[in-house]
């Protein structure tokens, strides 16, 4: 089963706006959660990462929340623009193995 | 960009044929993994390596088997094809456990 369960699948945002994907685990071991962005036809990318000992953390546009306690995190994307429609993965790491999320695809509307 | 090629980028087989992909880096990273990537489940861990001819079992290894005689290639075979083993396939590398992993553009299998 999955580790790390993602949502939503797909959403859709207007130029501008924010777009929010949440993440939840169980696995009180994992002490690294990265965020992948993947492109059609491409690898995905990392993006943006957090461990636990911080409850925020932004980079540009990208901010991962943390919520040690509830075992969720999230990303949060403001001023969406069209060149970030591509699909996001959660991560979250024990060690060097990585569970992922299922995917979220983000599309950017003009 | 992390200096890593994998191939082929496509490939169509017939099941029952052994199949083997191929991930080259120029990174001289200790550790290497594949992945397959499937709707639904995101990215599942096959087998990775940290070291030449160490490797282990990842989350979904079964069908599939590895070898790393070189710290640059790290290869993942399918001894038989199945038709549930069409997928992407993504190779990983990453300078220490605790480092970023970067990936390879994939390769597209489909097995008929």
């Known amino acids: 089963q999955q580790q790390v369960k993602q949502s939503p699948q797909s959403l859709i945002v207007q130029k501008g706006g924010i777009s929010i994907i949440n993440c939840a685990y169980e696995n009180t071991a994992f002490d690294y959660f990265p965020w992948y962005q993947q492109f059609p036809g491409k690898g995905p990318a990392l993006l943006i990462a957090i461990r636990p000992d911080v409850s925020e953390k932004k980079e540009g546009r990208f901010t991962i929340s943390f919520n040690k306690s509830a075992k969720q995190f999230s990303l949060h994307i403001m001023d969406s623009q069209p060149g970030d429609s591509a699909t996001y993965f959660c991560?979250?790491?024990?060690?060097?193995?990585?569970?992922f999320g299922a995917g979220t695809t983000v599309t950017v509307r003009a | 960009d992390a200096g890593i090629t994998q191939s082929p980028r496509h490939k169509v087989t017939e099941t029952g044929t052994p199949v083997t992909l191929r991930c080259h880096q120029t990174e001289n990273h200790r550790y290497m993994y594949w992945y397959r990537q499937d709707p639904g489940h995101g990215l599942r861990l096959i087998h990775y390596?940290?070291?030449?001819?160490?490797?282990d079992k990842g989350e979904v290894s079964d069908g599939y088997s590895v070898s790393r005689s070189k710290t640059e290639d790290f290869l993942l075979t399918l001894e038989s094809a199945t038709s549930s083993q069409t997928s992407v396939y993504f190779c990983?590398?990453?300078?220490?456990?605790?480092?970023?992993?970067?990936f390879g553009d994939g390769t597209r299998l489909s097995i008929l």
């Open positions: 991560a979250a790491s024990n060690d060097y193995k990585l569970s």
């Open positions: 390596s940290y070291g030449v001819k160490d490797t």
């Open positions: 990983a590398i990453s300078e220490t456990n605790i480092q970023p992993q970067h």
